[in-house]
């Protein structure tokens, strides 16, 4: 075989196996070069040792610090023994790579006598900068920094390079475009010549070759995208899937509403289309695409532009070489940024990101000069890719979508407004899970009581997501009803599994339900599945688990539910909770109830940093998985010399006598400014009393907070309503009265009757406004 029919042969572009050895002497890196020739795939051939998957001798062996080369046989598994040719590289740096091989099939491609491998200077090729280029597509998937790294050791020591003569040398390149021969040129000492193109097409070997490459680089992008249903991983991962094996520049740009996470974008993306660019891979010099197409960046695109053509059509857009004259044209179609410098001379290829054949998004692809351009070929490879990507991304952005829609629901149902409650402080703490599907059914509320109580509640819907925020939200208005209805805590919990029962066989939930009366100073509690709550007294900063009846989770059906009374004291402080707060994966749960009760028990300047120092106590380093509620309540009681009661005779004469009780009373309490107001209120709440009472008896009750608060009872069940008064009417005008004057007022069914109530400021009313995000915990 002469030299002439060996560079035909070789010419450089033979299909080479790359590898890469760390300083254990274990596989790092296994190209799919390096499966078709030694046998092994990559995730059998990375982690293992390299000396049992190359049987090549001496390019594991040799001395430090020296590139070497050499042939060998050698046979995969099942296969015939055959010629191997390989380089072998040391690597220096702050890397683990300590030697990159290189590894190629000598068989069938010249005389065993005559090919032999060994290195070139740089210097002795004509263009080295170009050589350079091709030389760094043998490194796929390595990322630029590494790629470089082990790129500039290789230009140190010299290119791979086939010896077929001893004046002759070819230089080994690896490229990944469709192989075309350049046209021969002067041979020149020290370098090889090139012979002319055999004919219009690429061999058929290699077209066969470059159509495997592409299948498997395909595959393997398959298997590198789509690993999260998070949309910004997923963009990152399509994006930096092309960069540097098929492409130099991928960028990733998506409609506002997909990035966004809202509906599937409607209709065909026009001029007005706002898109964001939302990520950028390149293997360029760092720093050199930020400043004229940022990250984040909001734009739309032109009409007379490649870009705007892709999108508009929905099919791919190939420019093979973006000329002076069509650089300046797209350039100029954007204001304040010179786009000349990064694109001109690139070969540019744009592919549309589509699913259900509405365009989501588009990348930008570019490969730089001395690269194989894009051609039709690339075209389909880019094609099948983005394709690929569309449906990842629209997977993610439809989770985002279900995730958005879900969080905004739960974030609806949760407590807008923290409720004044007597005697009774309250701070409260949300927080969402990190993982996926992690908005849950977790709530916590408060709710104002007749008799200056305040029902305290938390519960937890199983299960994550839209469903269990619904369900979450239908649950807790069931309880903001029932509380209304002054149930008992057990019974309250009875008729809510009833209710679960239902609605659904899958509604399940734990719940737990709290009164707390601060003139009596008692908490009565029923507990229906969940975490039992932490009490720190005031006395002495002691902490405790409340040992309560359990109970079964709401929604199981047929288990009775036990009430608890607990005598507490003025400061004592109740901490409620859902077990994300307490629950660690592989860690017993008794363990997070004392690490509760510990941080609980902390000294803190208010509420609010009482809480705090709970989630900090309590919230592992990785975020806790699980979402969380927080409800935390100061026990403030009210004295008893702040209370007044009194018992009347269900007599119309009655309402005048109420009317002086209080004004005397106000007075003693040096309320005498309020004494005007308040008759007024008293006197129509117990005319109406007077009026629909069965029993000789209707009670009289004042409370003194920050507000004085009247209420009257009677053993009628019938609720008072507001009616429509005709101008000639007798009655009908006393409930608007009390509206009128009373800054809040309601009634509600008591045991042997109701309790109608009315409050009056003291003060000058002062509206709570309404809590941001941060006073419910949401980051």
């Not at 099939?105 to 010249?110: F, L, M, V, Y």
């Not at 053509?309 to 069509?326: D, F, I, N, W, Y």
């Not at 990064?342 to 490969?367: E, H, T």
């Not at 269900?650 to 005397?664: F, T």
Request: aromatic share 4%; glycine share 10%.
């Amino acid at each position: 075989m002469d030299s002439g029919t060996s560079r035909r042969a070789a010419a450089g572009r033979i299909p080479l196996a790359v590898v890469v050895v760390a300083s254990t002497g274990l596989v790092t890196h296994w190209s799919s070069g390096a499966r078709r020739l030694f046998g092994p795939g990559r995730q059998d051939a990375v982690g293992r040792p390299a000396i049992d998957l190359l049987p090549v001798s001496g390019a594991l062996d040799g001395p430090e610090g020296y590139a070497r080369a050499g042939r060998a046989r050698c046979a995969a598994p099942g296969r015939e023994r055959t010629d191997v040719l390989w380089w072998a590289y040391p690597l220096a740096g702050p890397g683990p790579e300590r030697l990159l091989v290189l590894a190629a099939d000598a068989g069938g491609r010249a005389d065993g006598a005559r090919l032999l491998p060994v290195f070139a200077p740089h210097t002795d090729f004509p263009d080295p900068d170009d050589l350079a280029r091709r030389l760094s597509g043998t490194l796929p998937n390595m990322g630029p920094a590494l790629n470089g790294r082990i790129m500039a050791q290789v230009l140190e020591l010299g290119y791979p390079a086939l010896e077929i003569s001893r004046s002759e040398r070819v230089p080994v390149t690896h490229d990944w475009g469709t192989p075309r021969r350049p046209a021969a040129r002067p041979q020149q000492p020290g370098t090889a010549a090139v012979p002319p193109p055999r004919g219009p097409g690429p061999e058929p070997d290699l077209e066969h070759a470059a159509v495997r490459e592409r299948l498997e680089f395909l595959n393997e992008v398959s298997g590198r995208i789509g690993t999260s249903l998070d949309l910004e991983r997923t963009i990152r991962e399509v994006t930096s899937a092309a960069v540097p094996r098929f492409t130099d520049f991928a960028g990733t740009h998506l409609r506002a509403a997909v990035l966004a996470g809202e509906g599937f974008p409607d209709g065909p993306p026009d001029v007005t289309t706002v898109w964001h660019r939302v990520w950028v891979e390149h293997n360029d010099e760092p720093g050199r695409w930020d400043d004229t197409v940022p990250v984040g960046e909001a734009i739309a695109f032109p009409e007379h532009t490649p870009f705007f053509q892709c999108m508009v059509t929905g099919e791919p857009v190939l420019v093979p070489r973006v000329s002076e004259e069509a650089g300046n044209r797209i350039s100029a179609q954007f204001e304040k940024r010179d786009l000349r410098p990064l694109i001109n001379g690139r070969s540019m290829l744009i592919v549309p990101l589509k699913a259900r054949d509405v365009v989501l998004g588009f990348m930008v692809l570019m490969r730089r000069e001395g690269r194989e351009p894009f051609n039709d070929m690339d075209r389909t490879t880019g094609a099948e890719l983005a394709a690929r990507a569309g449906l990842v991304l629209d997977n993610a952005r439809m989770y985002t979508h279900q995730e958005n829609v879900a969080d905004t629901l739960q974030d609806s149902m949760l407590p807008q407004l923290t409720p004044r409650t007597a005697g009774c402080d309250t701070a409260t703490r949300y927080l969402p899970g990190t993982r996926l599907g992690r908005v849950g059914g977790d709530w916590f509320d408060t709710v104002k009581l007749p008799g200056s109580r305040t029902a305290l509640v938390v519960g937890d819907v199983m299960g994550h997501g839209l469903n269990s925020a619904a369900m979450m939200g239908q649950l807790r208005t069931a309880v903001q009803t029932m509380a209304a209805l002054d149930l008992p805590p057990e019974q309250l919990l009875r008729n809510l599994d009833d209710l679960a029962q239902r609605l659904g066989e899958h509604y399940l939930a734990t719940c737990l339900y709290a009164v707390y009366d601060p003139i009596r100073s008692e908490l009565r509690i029923a507990n229906a599945g969940h975490i039992p709550p932490v009490l720190v007294r005031a006395e002495d900063g002691r902490s405790e688990l409340l040992r309560l009846p359990t109970g079964a989770p709401i929604g199981v059906g047929g288990v009775p539910f036990e009430p608890a009374t607990v005598r507490v004291a003025p400061g004592d402080r109740l901490v409620l909770c859902t077990d994300g707060l307490v629950e660690v994966r592989g860690q017993d749960i008794g363990a997070g109830l004392a690490a509760l009760c510990e941080s609980a028990a902390h000294p803190a300047a208010s509420m609010d940093d009482a809480c705090d120092t709970i989630i900090r106590a309590l919230n592992p380093r990785d975020g806790r998985k699980d979402d969380v509620a927080l409800l935390m309540a100061r026990l403030n009681g009210i004295p008893p010399e702040h209370v007044a009661e009194w018992q009347l005779a269900p007599e119309p004469a009655e309402a005048r006598r109420a009317r002086g009780l209080v004004r005397d009373q106000l007075g003693r309490w040096g309320l005498a400014e309020a004494a005007g107001t308040a008759e007024i209120l008293v006197g129509e709440l117990v005319a109406n009393a007077v009026r629909h009472a069965r029993t000789e008896r209707v009670g009289l009750r004042l409370v003194r907070t920050d507000v004085l608060l009247c209420e009257v009872t009677d053993d009628d069940h019938t609720l008072p309503t507001l009616l429509t008064c005709e101008p000639h009417d007798e009655q009908g005008r006393g409930l608007r009265l009390v509206g009128a004057l009373a800054q809040e007022w309601g009634a509600s069914h008591t045991g042997p009757g109701k309790t109608v109530w009315c409050e009056q400021p003291l003060v000058r009313p002062v509206r709570a406004a309404r809590p941001g995000r941060d006073d419910r915990g949401r980051p």
